[in-house]
Protein backbone atom coordinates (compact mmCIF):
# COMPACT_ATOMS: atom_id res chain seq x y z
CA UNK A 1 0.00 0.00 0.00
CA UNK A 2 2.54 2.36 0.80
CA UNK A 3 4.25 1.84 -2.00
CA UNK A 4 1.32 2.60 -4.22
CA UNK A 5 0.79 6.18 -2.44
CA UNK A 6 4.38 6.56 -3.41
CA UNK A 7 3.77 6.09 -7.44
CA UNK A 8 0.47 7.94 -7.09
CA UNK A 9 2.27 10.94 -5.25
CA UNK A 10 5.75 10.84 -7.41
CA UNK A 11 3.08 10.61 -10.61
CA UNK A 12 1.76 13.49 -9.59
CA UNK A 13 4.75 15.70 -8.38
CA UNK A 14 6.29 15.38 -12.24
CA UNK A 15 3.14 16.18 -14.03
CA UNK A 16 2.94 19.50 -12.14
CA UNK A 17 6.74 19.84 -12.22
CA UNK A 18 6.61 18.67 -16.43
CA UNK A 19 6.05 21.79 -17.83
CA UNK A 20 8.94 23.47 -16.12
CA UNK A 21 11.58 20.92 -16.20
CA UNK A 22 11.03 19.60 -19.64
CA UNK A 23 10.33 23.09 -21.22
CA UNK A 24 13.09 23.65 -23.95
CA UNK A 25 14.07 27.06 -24.91
CA UNK A 26 11.97 26.86 -28.19
CA UNK A 27 8.56 26.14 -25.93
CA UNK A 28 9.72 28.95 -23.78
CA UNK A 29 9.61 31.45 -26.22
CA UNK A 30 6.41 30.27 -27.84
CA UNK A 31 5.21 30.71 -24.69
CA UNK A 32 6.81 34.35 -23.87
CA UNK A 33 5.26 35.78 -27.35
CA UNK A 34 2.37 34.19 -26.44
CA UNK A 35 2.17 36.08 -23.43
CA UNK A 36 2.97 39.80 -25.22
CA UNK A 37 1.05 38.80 -27.79
CA UNK A 38 -2.17 38.53 -25.34
CA UNK A 39 -0.94 41.74 -23.09
CA UNK A 40 -0.32 43.75 -26.33
CA UNK A 41 -2.68 42.41 -28.93
CA UNK A 42 -2.12 45.26 -31.43
CA UNK A 43 1.40 45.04 -31.80
CA UNK A 44 2.97 43.03 -34.10
CA UNK A 45 6.52 41.21 -33.56
CA UNK A 46 8.26 44.04 -35.42
CA UNK A 47 6.18 46.71 -33.44
CA UNK A 48 7.78 44.99 -30.09
CA UNK A 49 11.39 45.91 -31.06
CA UNK A 50 10.23 49.70 -30.99
CA UNK A 51 10.25 49.43 -27.03
CA UNK A 52 9.09 52.08 -25.44
CA UNK A 53 8.24 54.50 -28.40
CA UNK A 54 5.03 51.91 -28.63
CA UNK A 55 3.74 53.69 -25.67
CA UNK A 56 4.07 57.22 -25.60
CA UNK A 57 2.84 59.48 -28.84
CA UNK A 58 4.94 62.32 -28.26
CA UNK A 59 8.32 60.03 -27.49
CA UNK A 60 7.26 58.38 -30.68
CA UNK A 61 7.48 61.59 -32.58
CA UNK A 62 10.50 62.72 -31.46
CA UNK A 63 12.55 59.37 -31.57
CA UNK A 64 11.26 59.16 -35.87
CA UNK A 65 12.62 62.97 -36.06
CA UNK A 66 15.69 61.83 -34.63
CA UNK A 67 15.59 59.00 -37.21
CA UNK A 68 15.38 61.13 -39.88
CA UNK A 69 18.98 61.69 -39.30
CA UNK A 70 20.16 58.76 -37.41
CA UNK A 71 23.10 59.89 -34.80
CA UNK A 72 24.53 56.33 -34.98
CA UNK A 73 25.95 56.42 -38.64
CA UNK A 74 29.07 58.23 -37.73
CA UNK A 75 29.81 54.68 -35.68
CA UNK A 76 28.77 52.30 -38.66
CA UNK A 77 31.07 54.62 -40.82
CA UNK A 78 34.00 54.94 -38.09
CA UNK A 79 33.05 50.87 -37.73
CA UNK A 80 33.95 50.15 -40.97
CA UNK A 81 37.09 52.16 -41.23
CA UNK A 82 38.04 49.94 -38.08
CA UNK A 83 36.85 47.03 -39.77
CA UNK A 84 38.37 46.91 -43.20
CA UNK A 85 41.86 48.86 -41.41
CA UNK A 86 44.74 45.66 -41.41
CA UNK A 87 46.32 45.04 -37.56
CA UNK A 88 50.09 45.62 -37.81
CA UNK A 89 50.70 42.29 -39.44
CA UNK A 90 48.74 42.71 -42.59
CA UNK A 91 45.31 40.81 -41.33
CA UNK A 92 42.01 42.22 -40.95
CA UNK A 93 39.02 40.86 -38.15
CA UNK A 94 37.74 39.81 -41.90
CA UNK A 95 39.87 36.89 -41.30
CA UNK A 96 38.37 35.60 -38.06
CA UNK A 97 34.74 35.44 -39.33
CA UNK A 98 32.97 33.13 -40.99
CA UNK A 99 31.35 35.29 -44.09
CA UNK A 100 34.25 37.72 -43.75
CA UNK A 101 31.79 39.17 -40.45
CA UNK A 102 29.29 40.23 -43.06
CA UNK A 103 25.49 39.57 -41.96
CA UNK A 104 26.25 37.08 -38.85
CA UNK A 105 25.57 39.60 -35.92
CA UNK A 106 21.81 38.58 -35.78
CA UNK A 107 22.96 35.13 -34.89
CA UNK A 108 24.48 36.21 -31.54
CA UNK A 109 25.65 35.58 -28.96
CA UNK A 110 26.45 31.52 -29.52
CA UNK A 111 27.43 28.47 -27.85
CA UNK A 112 30.60 27.86 -28.61
CA UNK A 113 31.50 23.83 -28.17
CA UNK A 114 35.17 24.55 -27.42
CA UNK A 115 35.09 26.42 -24.29
CA UNK A 116 31.81 25.14 -23.96
CA UNK A 117 30.63 28.79 -23.05
CA UNK A 118 28.20 31.30 -24.79
CA UNK A 119 30.55 33.86 -26.83
CA UNK A 120 29.52 37.18 -27.70
CA UNK A 121 30.25 38.73 -30.90
CA UNK A 122 32.12 41.72 -28.61
CA UNK A 123 34.40 39.41 -26.91
CA UNK A 124 35.25 37.63 -30.73
CA UNK A 125 36.23 40.91 -31.95
CA UNK A 126 38.53 41.36 -28.76
CA UNK A 127 39.70 37.66 -29.68
CA UNK A 128 40.30 38.17 -33.20
CA UNK A 129 42.11 41.72 -32.02
CA UNK A 130 44.71 39.62 -29.35
CA UNK A 131 45.07 36.55 -32.09
CA UNK A 132 46.79 39.05 -34.62
CA UNK A 133 49.04 41.05 -31.75
CA UNK A 134 46.42 43.85 -31.04
CA UNK A 135 45.54 45.12 -27.31
CA UNK A 136 41.92 43.91 -26.64
CA UNK A 137 39.40 47.26 -26.85
CA UNK A 138 36.94 48.26 -23.89
CA UNK A 139 33.51 46.46 -24.38
CA UNK A 140 31.13 48.90 -23.35
CA UNK A 141 31.40 51.91 -26.12
CA UNK A 142 33.87 53.63 -28.24
CA UNK A 143 35.21 51.58 -30.56
CA UNK A 144 34.37 48.26 -29.95
CA UNK A 145 30.29 49.52 -30.30
CA UNK A 146 31.42 51.01 -33.73
CA UNK A 147 32.77 47.88 -35.49
CA UNK A 148 29.66 45.89 -33.45
CA UNK A 149 27.33 48.97 -35.18
CA UNK A 150 28.92 48.37 -38.28
CA UNK A 151 28.75 44.35 -38.13
CA UNK A 152 25.35 44.70 -36.94
CA UNK A 153 24.48 47.02 -40.00
CA UNK A 154 25.38 44.57 -42.28
CA UNK A 155 22.90 42.29 -40.44
CA UNK A 156 19.56 44.54 -40.85
CA UNK A 157 16.33 43.20 -41.65
CA UNK A 158 17.71 39.51 -41.10
CA UNK A 159 15.65 37.74 -38.50
CA UNK A 160 17.28 37.13 -35.25
CA UNK A 161 18.54 34.01 -35.10
CA UNK A 162 20.21 32.61 -31.67
CA UNK A 163 20.75 29.40 -31.38
CA UNK A 164 20.48 26.72 -28.49
CA UNK A 165 21.95 24.06 -29.64
CA UNK A 166 19.95 20.49 -27.83
CA UNK A 167 23.61 19.72 -25.85
CA UNK A 168 23.97 19.82 -21.91
CA UNK A 169 26.20 22.56 -21.87
CA UNK A 170 24.37 24.69 -23.96
CA UNK A 171 21.02 24.09 -22.46
CA UNK A 172 22.53 25.18 -19.19
CA UNK A 173 23.83 28.56 -20.07
CA UNK A 174 20.65 29.00 -21.72
CA UNK A 175 19.00 28.00 -18.31
CA UNK A 176 21.57 30.00 -16.50
CA UNK A 177 20.64 33.31 -18.32
CA UNK A 178 16.92 32.29 -17.80
CA UNK A 179 17.61 32.42 -14.10
CA UNK A 180 19.85 35.85 -13.99
CA UNK A 181 16.64 37.78 -15.83
CA UNK A 182 14.64 36.22 -13.57
CA UNK A 183 16.53 36.92 -10.13
CA UNK A 184 15.72 39.64 -8.37
CA UNK A 185 18.24 42.59 -7.29
CA UNK A 186 18.64 45.51 -5.21
CA UNK A 187 17.32 46.90 -2.11
CA UNK A 188 13.93 46.65 -3.53
CA UNK A 189 14.49 43.47 -5.01
CA UNK A 190 13.94 44.07 -8.36
CA UNK A 191 14.11 41.39 -11.28
CA UNK A 192 13.83 42.15 -15.36
CA UNK A 193 11.18 40.16 -15.25
CA UNK A 194 9.19 42.66 -13.19
CA UNK A 195 9.74 45.83 -15.22
CA UNK A 196 9.98 44.50 -18.55
CA UNK A 197 7.86 41.72 -18.44
CA UNK A 198 4.72 41.68 -15.71
CA UNK A 199 5.12 46.18 -15.91
CA UNK A 200 5.66 45.94 -19.86
CA UNK A 201 3.74 48.94 -21.32
CA UNK A 202 3.07 50.90 -17.81
CA UNK A 203 5.36 54.19 -15.97
CA UNK A 204 8.08 54.09 -13.60
CA UNK A 205 9.79 57.54 -13.15
CA UNK A 206 8.45 59.07 -16.39
CA UNK A 207 9.42 56.19 -18.56
CA UNK A 208 7.62 53.75 -20.43
CA UNK A 209 8.60 50.17 -20.08
CA UNK A 210 9.49 48.64 -23.05
CA UNK A 211 8.79 44.49 -23.53
CA UNK A 212 11.47 41.89 -22.80
CA UNK A 213 10.80 40.41 -26.54
CA UNK A 214 12.22 42.54 -29.01
CA UNK A 215 14.40 44.46 -26.74
CA UNK A 216 17.54 42.92 -28.18
CA UNK A 217 17.05 43.49 -32.21
CA UNK A 218 18.69 47.30 -31.74
CA UNK A 219 21.94 46.62 -30.18
CA UNK A 220 24.46 48.42 -30.28
CA UNK A 221 22.33 51.60 -29.86
CA UNK A 222 23.31 55.31 -29.62
CA UNK A 223 21.92 57.15 -26.56
CA UNK A 224 21.29 60.61 -26.20
CA UNK A 225 21.51 60.05 -22.53
CA UNK A 226 25.29 58.50 -22.94
CA UNK A 227 26.15 61.02 -25.84
CA UNK A 228 27.34 58.16 -27.74
CA UNK A 229 26.92 54.47 -28.57
CA UNK A 230 26.94 51.70 -26.06
CA UNK A 231 26.58 47.83 -26.34
CA UNK A 232 23.99 45.75 -24.65
CA UNK A 233 25.69 45.16 -22.06
CA UNK A 234 25.99 48.46 -20.88
CA UNK A 235 22.45 48.77 -21.03
CA UNK A 236 22.16 46.01 -18.74
CA UNK A 237 24.74 47.77 -16.55
CA UNK A 238 22.62 50.36 -16.54
CA UNK A 239 19.76 48.93 -15.52
CA UNK A 240 20.96 47.05 -13.11
CA UNK A 241 22.62 50.40 -11.29
CA UNK A 242 18.94 51.99 -11.67
CA UNK A 243 17.87 49.89 -9.25
CA UNK A 244 20.67 50.02 -6.76
CA UNK A 245 22.23 46.71 -7.79
CA UNK A 246 26.14 46.04 -7.91
CA UNK A 247 26.24 45.48 -11.97
CA UNK A 248 27.21 42.04 -13.26
CA UNK A 249 30.43 42.71 -14.97
CA UNK A 250 30.57 43.13 -18.77
CA UNK A 251 31.86 39.38 -20.68
CA UNK A 252 31.65 37.64 -17.59
CA UNK A 253 30.24 33.77 -18.45
CA UNK A 254 27.06 35.56 -16.10
CA UNK A 255 26.53 38.66 -18.02
CA UNK A 256 27.21 36.63 -21.58
CA UNK A 257 24.49 33.98 -20.20
CA UNK A 258 21.98 36.39 -19.69
CA UNK A 259 23.03 37.96 -22.65
CA UNK A 260 22.30 34.87 -24.38
CA UNK A 261 18.59 34.51 -23.03
CA UNK A 262 17.71 37.96 -23.22
CA UNK A 263 18.89 38.26 -27.03
CA UNK A 264 16.74 34.99 -28.11
CA UNK A 265 13.95 36.14 -26.65
CA UNK A 266 13.81 37.95 -30.16
CA UNK A 267 14.09 35.05 -32.18
CA UNK A 268 12.32 35.48 -35.32
CA UNK A 269 12.03 39.75 -35.32
CA UNK A 270 14.58 41.74 -37.74
CA UNK A 271 17.29 43.03 -36.65
CA UNK A 272 17.31 46.53 -36.85
CA UNK A 273 20.30 47.28 -35.08
CA UNK A 274 22.44 49.64 -34.73
CA UNK A 275 19.66 52.02 -33.39
CA UNK A 276 18.81 55.21 -31.14
CA UNK A 277 17.50 55.94 -27.96
CA UNK A 278 17.03 58.76 -25.65
C1 LIG B 1 12.79 49.09 -12.12
C2 LIG B 1 12.52 48.76 -13.48
C3 LIG B 1 13.61 48.10 -14.31
C4 LIG B 1 14.26 46.93 -14.05
C5 LIG B 1 14.15 46.04 -12.84
C6 LIG B 1 15.09 46.69 -15.21
N1 LIG B 1 14.94 47.67 -16.13
FE1 LIG B 1 15.63 47.66 -18.03
N2 LIG B 1 14.81 49.50 -18.33
C7 LIG B 1 14.06 50.20 -17.43
C8 LIG B 1 13.68 51.48 -18.00
C9 LIG B 1 12.84 52.55 -17.32
C10 LIG B 1 14.23 51.50 -19.29
C11 LIG B 1 14.08 52.64 -20.32
C12 LIG B 1 12.73 52.50 -20.99
C13 LIG B 1 12.67 51.27 -21.83
O1 LIG B 1 13.28 51.25 -22.91
O2 LIG B 1 12.07 50.26 -21.38
C14 LIG B 1 14.92 50.24 -19.48
C15 LIG B 1 15.55 49.86 -20.65
C16 LIG B 1 16.12 48.62 -20.87
C17 LIG B 1 16.66 48.19 -22.13
C18 LIG B 1 16.70 49.01 -23.40
C19 LIG B 1 15.44 48.84 -24.20
C20 LIG B 1 15.50 49.50 -25.54
O3 LIG B 1 14.47 49.50 -26.23
O4 LIG B 1 16.57 49.99 -25.94
C21 LIG B 1 17.14 46.93 -21.95
C22 LIG B 1 17.80 46.05 -22.99
C23 LIG B 1 16.90 46.57 -20.57
N3 LIG B 1 16.25 47.63 -19.95
C24 LIG B 1 17.24 45.37 -20.00
C25 LIG B 1 17.08 45.09 -18.65
C26 LIG B 1 17.62 43.91 -18.00
C27 LIG B 1 18.41 42.81 -18.70
C28 LIG B 1 17.28 43.98 -16.69
C29 LIG B 1 17.66 43.07 -15.58
C30 LIG B 1 19.05 42.98 -15.26
C31 LIG B 1 16.51 45.20 -16.53
N4 LIG B 1 16.42 45.85 -17.72
C32 LIG B 1 15.91 45.59 -15.34
C33 LIG B 1 13.66 49.75 -16.20
C34 LIG B 1 14.05 48.57 -15.61
Redesign the pocket.
Known amino acids: MKRLYFIIISLLISLVTLPIVNAGPQEDLAAYQKYFNKKFPDLSAVDLSN ?2 YNFNKDKREQWEDIMSFPPYEIAIDDGKALFTTPFKNGKTYASCFEKGGQAIAHTYPRFDKKSGKVKTLAALVNECRVKNGEKPLPYLKGKLASILAYMADTSRGQLMNVEVPAEPAALAAYEDGKRI ?1 FTRRGPRA ?3 Y ?3 WEAAGSK ?2 G ?4 TAVG ?2 T ?1 FP ?1 YRSKWGGMGT ?1 QR ?2 KG ?2 K ?2 GAKPLKQQTEAMNN ?1 EYF ?1 TFLSNGIPMNAPGT ?1 F
Open positions: GMYFACHCHIRNELSQAHTIRYCMNILHR
